[in-house]
């Protein structure tokens, strides 16, 4: 089960396996429509908030044929209830695509089915995020990587690398124009005290020993509540993240890098920083339903993702990172710029991955996210 992708990783592997946002000139894969699935259709069950990807859809579709049906859900929890009511095994859905940390959640509940790595070009994958096996079998395929990290107004919040901290989240002076997710702001304030010498223990160890994790976000949540006044917005998914800048008056906030590069790309002020304490980082995953009624053409599409144009499409779809090898010579200058603005520096070998989060530490987060939000 994959705990984090760290293993492996250096600045060299990501430069070469992943790129940032940015115009891509769309060229379909160059791969044998004999060689996939010829029609059909593929039901997905992703991530909400994303124009561009009816694009890439279409590419896919004037490929191969194959039609992609897709339904968009703004949260994790969102998905997992979705499967926990019939979706992973009734046949609704096909595909769906969660982060690695969530990865236990379907696992442990028997909702997917692992992959055959010959059907879907496994082989083209980076090995380093090829982690998500169960008895020697794939039972996720890596799609992308991206981070959270600091996302700020030039203009009215500048920062720049080395000295730029999580601490600047909370800091007075951009009271009532901060924007946080609940429970990764917690996350975001924990590491932060812990940088700073005021956690009982460390953070990381909350995530695998529940008398811990109490000791340690009890002390966090008391901090985040301290500074409950400063919040603007608190958002939950892209587009009450994009908003908060567009339309909201934020300047400052805790946001996936796919926000920063969407408000950037419209020509707003806003960059998008590695902390000194590091990134937050993320992988995402297709996974493969155990009910799926159209298996071969979820390995087509899984297949085509894999090539280096497919990987490009998805990934600048959402302004993210890819990890198809080659992916990164597909994309353009202006993406190459995002990813080195947003890691200059020693900033790659700072990242932090999510590590994995059991049931029981989601239900515990759960609860003190809602009480800092409601604080």
């Known amino acids: 089960m994959a705990k984090s992708h760290t293993t492996g990783l250096t600045r060299r592997s990501l430069m070469k396996g992943a790129a940032a946002t940015g115009a891509l000139a769309l060229a379909a894969p160059a791969i044998v429509r004999s060689s996939l699935a010829s029609s059909g259709e593929l039901n997905f069950l992703g991530w909400a908030g994303y124009d561009t990807f009816q694009s890439v859809f279409d590419t896919f579709e004037g490929a191969t044929g194959i039609k992609v049906n897709f339904t968009g859900l703004g949260s994790q929890d969102e998905f997992l209830a979705q499967a926990q009511t019939g979706g992973a095994t009734n046949g609704d859905f096909d595909i769906s695509e969660p982060t690695s940390d969530r990865l236990s959640n379907w696992i442990d509940n028997d909702f997917i089915q692992p992959w055959d790595p010959a059907k879907i070009g496994a082989d083209n994958i980076e090995p380093s995020f090829l982690t998500a096996m169960k008895d020697g079998k794939l039972m996720a395929s890596p799609t992308i990587w ?213 049931a029981w530490f989601i239900a515990k987060r759960t609860e003190y996210a809602t009480k800092f939000v409601s604080a």
Not at 255 to 269: H, I, Q, V
Not at 306 to 327: D, F, I, R
């Open 146 to 358: 991206g981070t959270e990290a600091l996302t700020f107004n030039r203009d009215e919040a500048p920062l720049e690398y080395g000295t730029a901290s999580l601490g600047d989240l909370f800091d007075d002076k951009y009271a009532g124009r901060l924007t946080l997710r609940g429970h990764s702001g917690l996350a975001a304030a924990g590491r932060y005290l812990e940088a700073q010498g005021q956690l009982p223990h460390p953070f990381v160890e909350g995530y695998s020993d529940e008398t811990k994790m109490v000791a340690i976000w009890d002390k966090v949540l008391e901090f985040a509540v301290s500074k409950r006044p400063n919040i603007a917005q608190f958002w939950s998914n892209e587009n009450e993240a994009q908003g908060a800048f567009r339309t909201n008056g934020c300047v400052i906030g805790f946001n996936w890098d796919t926000s920063a590069a969407a408000l950037a790309k419209e020509g707003l002020p806003i960059g998008y920083l590695a902390p000194k304490e590091g990134a937050i980082a993320w992988a995402q995953n297709f996974v493969l339903m155990k009910g799926a009624k159209n298996v071969e053409q979820a390995n087509a599409w899984v297949n085509w993702i894999n090539s280096p144009e497919g990987a490009a499409l998805w990934a600048t779809a959402y302004g993210a990172n890819p990890v198809a090898k080659g992916a990164v010579d597909k994309l353009s200058p202006e993406a190459k710029a995002f990813f080195e603005a947003a890691y200059p520096g020693d900033a790659l070998s700072k990242l932090w991955w999510w590590p994995e989060q059991p």
